[in-house]
């Protein structure tokens, strides 16, 4: 089965930092596009980082640049966020896109909580 699957999040205080990853199953996505996307409580989703196709051409929101890292492990099927200097404001639910096959896949998400 075709599946993405998120993990990693969860409580953190202000300037802490938590690694996302996506893993892949039912295929091989080292050569695909993977986006991260997050939609916090009553807003839209928007595009946090992505990474481009088995070159590895990367980008980030704006409001991440600098704190977020978006990698690849091939050899585990997985797309990491690495999040340093977390705020408040990165608070919302993390998900992972892929396009297989002409098709859209997204992970479940995972939750990520910046507070005190």
């Known amino acids: 089965q075709v599946q993405l699957a998120e993990s990693g999040g969860g409580l953190v205080q202000p300037g802490g930092s938590l690694r996302l990853s996506c893993a892949a199953s039912g295929f091989t996505f080292s050569s695909l596009s993977v986006t991260w996307y997050r939609q916090a409580p009553g807003k839209e989703r928007e595009l946090v980082a992505f990474i481009i196709g088995a070159g590895g051409s990367i980008g980030y929101a704006d409001s991440v640049k600098g704190r977020f890292t978006i990698s690849r492990d091939n050899a585990k099927n997985t797309v990491y966020l690495q999040m340093n200097s977390l705020k408040p404001d990165d608070t919302a639910v993390y998900y992972c896109?892929?396009?297989?096959?002409?098709?859209?896949?997204w992970g479940q998400g995972t939750q990520v909580t910046v507070s005190s």
């Open positions: 896109k892929t396009i297989w096959g002409g098709r859209g896949y």
